[in-house]
């Protein structure tokens, strides 16, 4: 009875930090899930010929495994989880201003996820995407998409009541806060990804209602044969995904942005007024390029011309970030040994690769060729699964020590960064050569002269995959030898619970000179984050 009890407080709970560890688990979960759909793709395409899963079974499985890993993985465990568990902290506040909305929206995460469970059951291969006529009633006819959508309304009024209540909390909280500049970026991105998310998810769940009533009630919003216009659900879709793009990424800008404040040795912070703008001018700029990913619709040239001029300067912004956090790595005295420092410059690497493949597809003739080709999927999975899963790392690790109060392992973690580094870039990086020969996506017959690049790509994503594993197995590690450690990676400190913990070994020369944007937040006692 006590342990139902304990569970009950838990699920029911309207504490941030807890219903930020239920996010947590939720995502961590559904990552694995998508994890073992990627290595099940990835083994079908080990054999240029002989596959191990039907076509129809293939594209099923990757539209399942593109939804978990944007709805159900990053957005929860970047959003969700370290939002609800960081933003009032940053902000010295005891919780959010509505906690029991707050609630609600994890609550409503967990409905979502038995509603994606079904689809994956009954299939659903239509894309994460949702292109019309393929996810029509006429060549879609099973419920599996329609769970599938279910689940994605769901999810969504889940991300809007979550965003709706952390743009009420800082808002209010910089209303009553007269230093505005000592406020943390982590504040700004996660205000930006907020406004994002309100602005564009009300689309996607217009755009998938009309999908709904198209295939159930017999509309014709997307039917030609009915005065409809497939193309429209394209504008109402990108409108939504490509501000996800950012949606996904700004919350790691942000953190990568503390962390190498937190490194740097200025008496001011460098650049926190340009980072916070450079957020800014891509929430801007990030709501006005979606029909780059429509080039090759039919376009008239002056509207090409623009999207893809405005797709272009949104290298602008980003460039400034990136050079701002090599600059306060630069001139830190940080240990270059220190994992911490070698995911940040792995995910500025990362980033910066998937940025650049980025600005070759903004290019519309370039585009017109590399469109629906392995390319693309190089391009995105640098900046999502590549940046995004970075971040979370990074977070994990950089606050882990606070959470827990236990420290962890300094061979262990770098072991896990060069082993994540090496096989995420056999799996991905071959597949812009893929692109560039002309091999289209969402196809699991190739060439036969591709194969040994491929069984390349194959064991790289096996190596991904083993070193998740190892990453659970040093957190558990950490916890289960019991190393109270908060001092120079190993030297023994004293255990203190969250409410009152001593500085983390990375982040302690710092005090003196950094702490307004450091944040110290009080709950009792202070807190350093």
């Not at 120079?488 to 255990?495: C, I, K, L, R, T």
């Amino acid at each position: 009875m006590t342990n139902f009890n304990s569970l009950f407080s838990w699920l029911f709970t309207i504490d941030h930090k807890r219903i930020g560890m239920i996010y947590t688990f939720i995502g961590v979960w559904a990552g694995f899930l998508g994890l073992g759909l990627s290595i099940l793709i990835r083994t079908n395409m080990g054999d240029p010929y002989n596959n191990i899963i039907p076509t129809e079974v293939y594209n099923q499985v990757i539209t399942s495994h593109g939804i978990i890993m944007i709805f159900f993985f990053l957005m929860p465990v970047l959003i969700g989880g370290f939002g609800n568990y960081l933003i009032p902290f940053l902000l010295n506040l005891p919780d959010l201003n509505l906690p029991r909305l707050n609630a609600l929206s994890a609550w409503l995460l967990m409905p979502s996820v038995i509603c994606l469970i079904t689809s994956l059951f009954k299939g659903s291969g239509v894309g994460w995407t949702f292109y019309p006529p393929l996810s029509g009633g006429l060549f879609s006819s099973g419920s599996g998409t329609d769970y599938l959508m279910f689940s994605l309304h769901l999810a969504g009024i889940s991300s809007i009541l979550s965003s709706i209540n952390f743009i009420c909390t800082i808002n209010s909280a910089i209303y009553f806060n007269i230093n505005h500049e000592y406020i943390s970026v982590i504040i700004w991105s996660y205000l930006f990804t907020s406004i994002l998310l309100l602005l564009s998810l009300p689309v996607l769940a217009a755009g998938i209602t009309m999908l709904l009533f198209d295939r159930n009630f017999s509309s014709s919003f997307f039917d030609p044969m009915g005065g409809g216009d497939p193309v429209l659900f394209q504008h109402m879709f990108w409108f939504f995904g490509h501000p996800e793009v950012y949606v996904l990424i700004l919350p790691g800008f942000g953190i990568v942005s503390h962390i190498c404040m937190s490194f740097s040795n200025n008496a001011e912070p460098f650049g926190y007024l340009g980072l916070v703008f450079a957020m800014f001018a891509i929430v801007c700029l990030g709501c006005v390029v979606w029909a780059h990913h429509m080039f090759t619709i039919g376009m008239d040239v002056k509207t090409t011309v623009f999207f893809s001029s405005v797709t272009m300067i949104i290298g602008v912004p980003t460039g400034i970030k990136v050079f701002s956090w090599l600059y306060m790595l630069i001139g830190s005295n940080a240990s270059r040994s220190d994992p911490v420092i070698w995911w940040v410059l792995a995910f500025i690497i990362l980033f910066t690769i998937g940025g650049v493949t980025g600005i070759v597809l903004s290019a519309s003739v370039l585009d017109s060729l590399l469109h629906d080709t392995w390319f693309v999927i190089a391009h995105f999975h640098y900046v999502f699964s590549l940046g995004s899963y970075t971040s979370v790392v990074i977070s994990i690790i950089w606050w882990w020590p606070i959470i827990t109060g236990y420290s962890l392992n300094k061979v262990l973690l770098q072991s896990h960064c060069l082993l994540s580094m090496v096989g995420v870039n056999m799996c991905f990086f071959p597949m812009h050569y893929f692109g560039l020969c002309g091999l289209p996506r969402r196809v699991c017959v190739y060439d036969a002269t591709f194969s040994w690049i491929s069984k390349i790509c194959t064991y790289g994503s096996l190596i991904s995959a083993i070193s998740a594993f190892f990453f659970l197995y040093y957190l558990w590690e950490s916890a289960s030898v019991k190393n109270v450690v908060l001092g120079n990676w190993g030297v023994p400190s004293v255990h203190l619970n969250l409410m009152n913990v001593p500085l983390p070994h990375h982040i302690t020369y710092s005090v003196n000179t950094n702490w307004w944007f450091l944040c110290n937040c009080s709950l009792n006692n202070t807190l350093f984050l």
